[in-house]
């Protein structure tokens, strides 16, 4: 990377595990801020210590009131919406799960007209997973025509949010925890129900379990929708057979020639490019194009200046170019309007069905 001096540096990474616990990435957070020449940071993973961590920094730039941390962060794979906005220290490179969810239930009542009815379940236990099904899948389900079995659930209008408490409390007994290896129980429900679509809201390990499950109580549905972030290769190397048709809205599909070649260049090395790995991709070229443009200086005397830079440069970037096509922001959020597509897996692979872009 050029340096406001115009010489070149390396871009040097370190790595901390939170373990998607939030007092570890407060803890984090914390460390580097104080203890390191860190311009930025990338992360966390996970929302629920993501949604704590942005708690501790700064709310409003220059509020000499505010103690919170003065460190950016560009996060790659929290995707729960809204969170960048709790400081405008914060931002995120992540798809909206809203409109993809929305979309996707719209493309779906296109596709099969004579769906009426829904059941699903989720891991309570996971942040993502948990509120994803019970404020956006649900209620964009519902939004779209896609009724819960036995008339619906109360206070699920059709609007984000509304009625989330009573969508946790009628799944209780299809609901599972992000530990659990039997479903047995969840996927007899998911068969009593008789439902036509069936959604199952958790990431690749429980997915995989309750899916290799339903399939050995032989339930097939007409229609199975899966949550973002197992739109993975972890999924189908646990249970392409299961995982066979499910449709999920994702933020990545190598279907550009940029795409196509990151996600080669992560196989060769033994990784494999998703909606996730793939935003920390793009974040390392947003965090040079910034570093670039605003003149950082990586001395030790320039550092806490060098931050302010960085910072400054994320709110201001309007649209930057992704792995599938160009992305906007919302600058008084700090989040970001991705390109996306409707995947589904189909013999060991997910398929684009759809692209909306």
């Keep these: 990377v050029k340096l406001g001096?115009?010489?070149?540096?390396?871009?040097?990474?370190?790595?901390?595990?939170?373990?998607?616990?939030?007092?570890?990435?407060?803890?984090?957070?914390?460390?580097v801020e104080s203890q390191t020449e860190a311009l930025i940071g990338i992360g966390p993973t996970c929302s629920?210590?993501?949604?704590?961590?942005?708690?501790?920094?700064?709310?409003?730039?220059?509020?000499?009131?505010?103690?919170?941390?003065?460190?950016?962060?560009?996060t790659d794979t929290a995707i729960r919406p809204g969170l960048a906005k709790k400081s405008q220290w914060t931002f995120r490179n992540v798809p909206?799960?809203?409109?993809?969810?929305?979309?996707?239930?719209a493309w779906l009542r296109g596709q099969y007209p004579d769906v009426k009815t829904i059941y699903?379940?989720?891991?309570?236990?996971?942040?993502?997973?948990?509120?994803?099904?019970?404020?956006?899948?649900?209620?964009?389900?519902?939004?779209?025509?896609?009724?819960?079995?036995?008339?619906?659930?109360?206070?699920?209008?059709?609007?984000?949010?509304?009625g989330y408490e009573n969508v946790l409390e009628v799944s209780k007994s299809s609901n599972w925890l992000l530990a659990d290896t039997n479903f047995s129980v969840q996927a007899r429900a998911f068969k009593k129900s008789g439902a036509d679509k069936m959604i199952v809201s958790s990431h690749p390990f429980t997915t995989c379990g309750m899916l290799k499950e339903m399939k050995r109580q032989r339930i097939k549905p007409t229609v199975l929708v899966g949550l973002t972030s197992s739109s993975s290769a972890?999924?189908?190397?646990?249970?392409?057979?299961?995982?066979?048709?499910?449709?999920?809205p994702t933020g990545f599909a190598p279907i550009t020639t940029a795409a196509a070649n990151v996600a080669a260049l992560a196989e060769a090395n033994g990784g494999a490019a998703d909606l996730h790995s793939a935003a920390a991709w793009e974040n390392a070229h947003i965090i040079k194009q910034v570093v670039e443009s605003t003149g950082v200086m990586a001395t030790p005397e320039t550092l806490m200046a060098d931050r302010?830079?960085?910072?400054?440069?994320?709110?201001?970037?309007?649209?930057?170019?992704?792995?599938?096509?160009?992305?906007?922001?919302?600058?008084?959020?700090?989040?970001?309007?991705?390109?996306?597509v409707?995947?589904?897996a189909q013999n060991n692979e997910w398929k684009v069905v759809y692209d909306p872009r």
């Design 48 to 74: 629920g210590a993501a949604a704590a961590m942005y708690g501790i920094f700064q709310k409003t730039v220059d509020d000499a009131a505010d103690t919170g941390l003065q460190f950016p962060i560009l």
């Design 120 to 162: 699903g379940g989720t891991e309570t236990d996971q942040a993502h997973s948990k509120l994803t099904f019970a404020i956006v899948i649900v209620p964009m389900a519902k939004k779209h025509g896609f009724e819960w079995v036995g008339g619906g659930i109360e206070g699920v209008t059709g609007k984000v949010r509304e």
């Design 96 to 105: 909206n799960e809203i409109t993809m969810y929305d979309e996707m239930f």
């Design 308 to 340: 302010r830079k960085v910072r400054d440069g994320l709110e201001a970037l309007s649209t930057v170019d992704g792995l599938m096509g160009e992305i906007s922001r919302i600058q008084d959020e700090g989040e970001s309007v991705k390109p996306f």
């Design 5 to 31: 001096d115009g010489t070149m540096a390396p871009m040097e990474m370190t790595y901390y595990d939170s373990a998607c616990n939030a007092d570890q990435a407060i803890s984090v957070a914390r460390k």
């Design 234 to 248: 972890e999924t189908l190397k646990g249970c392409a057979d299961a995982a066979e048709g499910i449709y999920i």
């Design 342 to 344: 409707f995947v589904q």
